[in-house]
């Protein structure tokens, strides 16, 4: 077969399911942001992988670094097939995992962009805030650190272009520690699994 030097390199793989909700992990590989190397997110796109097949949803996630952030580029291949994805494919939500620092305080912080990238579905937010207090994890915050405004931030940019509720979800990167155990035994690889399917299980029980 004739190579194509001007095809361009595809950096994501979406996986399709039945199901019109999205989970999205787009640092599971290195990004390039402010002129420097950022670290992947780990376990970001197995937790995506994994939950898409348990619960027969689509995921979206990064595959190779191309010296670029698709969380945020104003132009990026992985959102620009994400928003096409949302839009043939009827997608009524949007997850977007990533991980923050272990020096952050909370366990989990939800981003919602004071609401707008969410449609202001409050009601929506606390069942998700519940799912992840059912599993243990009690240290949840909404907008903080993190807050999604920034436009071409994907929950926001989704919500914005597609018009639907988009969650953006930063989990501590302490639940990858085993010494972790120790302190928090309750926030752990497997609680934020539990915790994420939770969270899916009720967006599909508000699907209309």
């Known amino acids: ?40 997110e780990s376990f970001t796109d197995t937790f995506a992988i994994t939950i898409s097949e348990k619960e027969n949803i689509n995921c979206i996630y990064k595959t190779i670094f191309l010296n ?34 272990a020096k952050r305080l909370p366990d ?19 069942q998700l805030i519940n799912a992840f207090n059912n599993n243990g994890i009690s240290s949840v915050t909404v ?4 807050k999604a405004s920034d436009p071409n931030c994907i929950s926001n940019y989704i919500s914005t272009t597609c018009g639907i509720p988009c969650f953006h979800i930063e989990l501590n990167k302490k639940f990858a520690n085993p010494l972790n155990f120790i302190f928090k035994p309750t926030f752990n690889k497997q609680a934020v699994e539990n915790a994420l399917t939770e969270v899916v299980k009720v967006l599909k029980n508000n699907l209309l």
């Open 68 to 101: 670029d952030d698709a969380n945020a580029d104003k132009d990026s291949s992985y959102k620009l097939a994400l928003k096409e994805f949302v839009e043939s494919n009827n997608i009524k939500y949007l997850i977007d995992l990533h991980t923050m620092s």
């Open 1 to 40: 077969m004739e190579n194509n030097e001007n095809e361009e390199t595809k950096d994501f793989e979406i996986v399709t399911r039945n199901i019109p909700i999205i989970l999205s992990a787009p640092h599971c590989v290195r990004q390039l942001r402010n002129g420097m190397i950022q670290a992947k």
């Open 143 to 146: 907008d903080e650190p993190f």
């Open 108 to 126: 989990v912080c939800i981003s919602i962009n004071s609401g707008k990238n969410i449609k202001n579905n409050y009601d929506l937010l606390q």
